[in-house]
């Protein structure tokens, strides 16, 4: 059973995301953008141009906006498992079914969370994630924990957040 302040959490750090949105479009036009931001969400401008008409992505508002999360990664997953098993402990959500972890917007709360399991007897494994997507219901924006490494690791980000908006299994 989730908890009522695991889905406030959830809410509350996406709304964040959402609310402090800026066009991409916009950003690489002003010059008061640093350089090295323009030229990332140029190549992710085109990364996604490329996903949309040669790979038949979803060309939708997605990636098309651009959030600088102001940390290291956008969420931190907590990942349980019996002691000396493989099998993971899985948490079922409405919608997107069950899962192997636990995302949290909140280090704090993922912190909490992690170590409530280990009481419990289970190793717990906690890492930072730096993209979700939110399967095509919003405009996922390009974070700034997407554009820290190459150009092609950037596009299989894309790649990949867009592929769930077609696929998603759980």
Known sequence: CTSISYYAQSLEGHVEIMAARKNVGKLIRDPSTPKA?????????????????ELA???????????????????????A????????VTWCFPVFGCVPYKGYFSRKDALENAAALQ??????YVTGITAYSTLGWFSDPLLSTMLRQNDTYLASLVFHELAHQKVYVN
């Not at 992505?57 to 997953?77: C, E, I, K, Q």
């Not at 009481?119 to 717990?124: E, T």
Request: hydrophobic residues 45%; without cysteine.
């Open 37 to 53: 931001l323009s030229a990332k969400l140029t190549s992710a401008s085109a990364v996604r141009r490329f996903a949309t008409e």
């Open 81 to 88: 498992a019996p002691q000396f098993l493989l099998a993971p």
């Open 119 to 124: 009481r419990q007897g289970l190793d717990v």
């Open 57 to 79: 992505l979803p060309d939708n508002s997605s990636y098309r906006s651009y959030v600088d999360v102001g940390r290291n990664d956008v969420t931190l997953a907590v990942f």
